[in-house]
């Protein structure tokens, strides 16, 4: 891991590989280690590109709101920083794929190709932004363990939850390590983010939206009315997953990435 200084503060990113740019970008509430399988994979012949987004892992923490644009904003200049002048394959999960869009809106000429996993373009339902308030004042006056106890069980299939109980207990450990005002920052990002569907149809680069069959934040038959909606979208139910599909099943999530990129 590397720190790269933006203005204002500081991300950690991983850096592997060279050739076309991949960048990875993790959902809430996790930091870059959710994608390992992707970059032992994937940085033997691509440049891996895997950030700790602001708040999450050992990023600094930014005072909130933090908002889909702002984090957009920090993954341009961080690949500035890299020296990364060529278009980038925009890999998003959940609140990656969040930011993904805005990436998309705001920097088009730095996108390759999109991969949307397990994400929406919804906004918050009033009920969701209410779940999401009182999420954020647990967060300050409990910890971070509340997060985890209310995540963890929607984020893994039924069967991850049984059969991968080290992977569960990892991921666990990663959000019980995120700083509480990241947490709450992101929280407040995400309460106020905008629909994103109108975006959709305007996308004009090959697109891979990717789903956990089992995922029950962002469920396959919404998932699919995202990619009928994108021309030149290529679809992909990950078997024996839930919300986390490139953790709980690497294997047909790196195959259908490779398979994507090789065109
Ligand atoms: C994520 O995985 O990033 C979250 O589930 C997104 C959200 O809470 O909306």
Redo the contacts with the bound molecule.
Sequence with gaps: MKSVALPGHRLQVLDRGAGTPLLFVH????DHSMWQAQVDCFSQRCRTIVPDLRGFGKSDVHPGPNGMEDFADDLAQLLDALGETQPVVFIG????G?IGWQFFQKYPERVLALVAC?T?TVA?SPEAAAARSAMIDRVRREGASCVADA?ISR?FSPSSLQQQPELVEQMRQVILRTPVEGLAAALEG?RTRPDMTRILEKIDVPTLVMVGEHDV?SPPDEMRQIADKIYHSVWCVVPHSG?LSPLENPTVFNDALTEFLSK
Aim: glycine letters at 12%; a negative charge; zero cysteines.
């Design positions: 959902g809430f509430p996790l999960l959940s609140l990656g969040y397990d929406r918050d995540m984020l995400m934040v919300h």
